[in-house]
């Protein structure tokens, strides 16, 4: 059988499709365009197929085991903020067309439906609190709803023949797709390039960190509804750190931030067997991602 990955060639839907592919199985890609010729590492194959509620998505869901959504509808470069002058149209293809994708899969008799959600369903929560799956959730944004309103959905929608778990995840890094940039590109040619940096400091995870916690899930036969996927604590100025000891950059490096932050618990899934990278993985893969940037 085959698993089915909506946005699959987006920052973070790449990653689970390559996971996919190195664990040997079939891939079915839906997006608006095909990926180009060389995206992923070997062949997938390819539906036609957006975040419009109103499609038929019975044929991209055929010969379907597990179906994975990680496609969002966002103003390019954000995903905070990015119903741009539009909320109406944004909640109606994210929240909408997600229900339907999710309805559709539970017709086809998908046994597995996977949500890629967000930490920012938790919103405005007390100062350092943890924040665990039982954390009352306060969206602060639309964002932040959509994706609460689509989990709830989904969960709705689960019975013992169709199951939906909802993975909610945190700042995703790690090497962009071909033609794409990494989520710190502009970060890095701002210090490399002398401008001033504001401090701040935000949970993290590789790429591949959340495709590994995609495959667990697909495979544990009981999971529960809501899972974190966050790994570490990222300072600016560790992160620059960094960039300033592989380039010998003399600028200066921002202040620490003295910030309070809301850590994710993630202990559901590492008893599941999830073990991120951490620092160590983080630290590999700095000078990858600098390749290319200025100096």
Same mark, same amino acid.
């Not at 959600?117 to 306060?138: C, F, I, K, N, W």
């Not at 033609?179 to 970060?187: D, F, R, V």
């Given at each position: 059988?085959?698993?089915?990955?909506?946005?699959?060639?987006?920052?973070?839907?790449?990653?689970?499709?390559?996971?996919?592919?190195?664990?040997?199985?079939?891939?079915?890609?839906?997006?608006?365009?095909?990926?180009?010729?060389?995206?992923?590492?070997?062949?997938?194959?390819?539906?036609?197929?957006?975040?419009?509620?109103?499609?038929?998505?019975?044929?991209?869901?055929?010969?379907?085991?597990?179906?994975?959504?990680?496609?969002?509808?966002?103003?390019?470069?954000?995903?905070?903020?990015?119903?741009?002058?539009?909320?109406?149209?944004?909640?109606?293809?994210?929240?909408?067309?997600?229900?339907?994708?999710?309805?559709?899969?539970?017709?086809?008799?998908?046994? !597995?439906?996977?949500?890629?959600?967000?930490? &920012?369903?938790? #919103?405005? @929560?007390?100062?350092? $609190?943890? +924040?665990?799956? *039982?954390?009352?959730?306060?969206?602060?944004?639309?964002?932040?709803?959509?994706?609460?309103?689509?989990?709830?959905?989904?969960?709705?929608?689960?019975?013992?023949?169709?199951?939906?778990?909802?993975? !909610?995840?945190?700042?995703?890094?790690?090497? &962009?797709?071909? #033609?794409? @940039?990494?989520?710190? $590109?502009? +970060?890095?040619? *701002?210090?490399?390039?002398?401008?001033?940096?504001?401090?701040?400091?935000?949970?993290?995870?590789?790429?591949?960190?959340?495709?590994?916690?995609?495959?667990?899930?697909?495979?544990?036969?009981?999971?529960?509804?809501?899972?974190?996927?966050?790994?570490?604590?990222?300072?600016?100025?560790?992160?620059? $750190?960094?960039?300033?000891?592989?380039?010998?950059?003399?600028?200066?490096?921002?202040?620490?931030?003295?910030?309070?932050?809301?850590?994710?618990?993630?202990?559901?899934?590492?008893?599941?067997?999830?073990?991120?990278?951490?620092?160590?993985?983080?630290?590999?893969?700095?000078?990858?991602?600098?390749?290319?940037?200025?100096?």
């Amino acid at each position: 059988m085959t698993v089915l990955v909506s946005g699959g060639t987006g920052y973070v839907g790449r990653f689970i499709v390559e996971a996919l592919l190195i664990s040997a199985r079939k891939v079915r890609v839906m997006g608006r365009t095909p990926p180009a010729s060389g995206f992923f590492s070997a062949p997938v194959e390819f539906v036609e197929g957006s975040l419009d509620p109103a499609r038929d998505r019975s044929a991209a869901f055929a010969d379907i085991r597990h179906f994975i959504h990680a496609a969002f509808d966002h103003a390019p470069g954000q995903y905070r903020g990015g119903e741009g002058d539009d909320p109406a149209t944004f909640r109606r293809r994210n929240f909408d067309g997600s229900v339907a994708l999710f309805e559709a899969a539970k017709r086809a008799r998908v046994k !597995r439906a996977i949500f890629l959600s967000s930490r &920012a369903v938790y #919103g405005v @929560q007390p100062s350092g $609190a943890m +924040l665990t799956e *039982d954390t009352e959730p306060h969206p602060d944004t639309l964002y932040g709803d959509v994706k609460l309103e689509a989990e709830r959905a989904l969960a709705a929608l689960s019975d013992d023949h169709f199951s939906g778990v909802s993975l !909610r995840g945190t700042g995703v890094y790690g090497p &962009a797709g071909r #033609g794409q @940039q990494h989520k710190w $590109a502009e +970060l890095f040619r *701002d210090y490399l390039e002398g401008r001033t940096i504001a401090p701040r400091r935000a949970t993290e995870v590789h790429g591949g960190d959340v495709a590994a916690a995609v495959l667990l899930v697909l495979d544990v036969p009981a999971v529960p509804p809501v899972l974190n996927v966050s790994d570490i604590v990222v300072d600016r100025r560790d992160l620059l $750190a960094l960039v300033q000891e592989i380039t010998g950059c003399p600028h200066p490096l921002p202040q620490a931030s003295s910030e309070p932050l809301n850590e994710m618990t993630t202990g559901r899934l590492r008893a599941m067997g999830w073990r991120p990278g951490g620092m160590d993985l983080l630290r590999r893969s700095v000078p990858a991602l600098l390749e290319g940037a200025p100096v």
